[in-house]
């Protein structure tokens, strides 16, 4: 008896590189909400206005203290009591990229704390406007130093996906799954599931690296 079975390793690939396609771009979209949110509550953690302040604070340690499935669950399950009706897919990115967005908001905070406190002085003393003052000289000086970190949380987060499986995303986790179920083969479609997180997240990983070496060196 073969314990690894490449023939039918073969016939299974085809399935498993479009759900990882699947798979891709739900971390890339989920990603991109983590991004503008993250920066939208780190502002709001850092205002003036005591009520919007406490609000994103109260927002991001809750989700941050709390398990991704359980908050994937009651966007899926709860919010249709409330007559939000949101399909798996669309609950699942909505879960992922604010779960992440309230851990990117804590690195935009560290990166807008890195601002020397010159540059402040400089913004208030030119009298400029909060927003302008933000996109045009805090903010593109808070990225270099906030990109690696960002690029980590990219990692975590594409390594997060398999648990939207328990929402019925048909991710590559739960390809394989299916894939076993059909045929009682579980290794094959496992161990391909973990070569592919591994391949990408070391390739991640790598670009990640390449980003902080590039930043080192302009420095």
Known sequence: MKIFDWDYAWEILPDLLLASVKTLQITVIAFGIAVVVG?????ARRSHIKTLSWSASLFIE???STPLLIQIYFIFYVFPTFSINLSAMQAGLIGLGLHYACYLAE???GGLESVPRGQWEAVTALNMKASAAYRRII??????PILPP???YLIA???????LSAITVVEIMLKAKNLGSESFRFLEPITMVGAFFLIIS?????GVRNVESRLESQK
Do not use: D
Request: hydrophobic letters at 60%; a positive charge.
């Open 62 to 64: 809750f989700m941050r």
């Open 39 to 43: 920066l939208f509550l780190a502002l």
């Open 157 to 163: 987060m594409l390594k997060e996906t398999p648990v």
């Open 150 to 152: 960002m690029g980590n």
């Open 139 to 144: 903010i593109p000086q808070a990225l270099k």
């Open 202 to 206: 070391i390739v991640l990983a790598v």
């Open 107 to 109: 690195v935009y905070r």
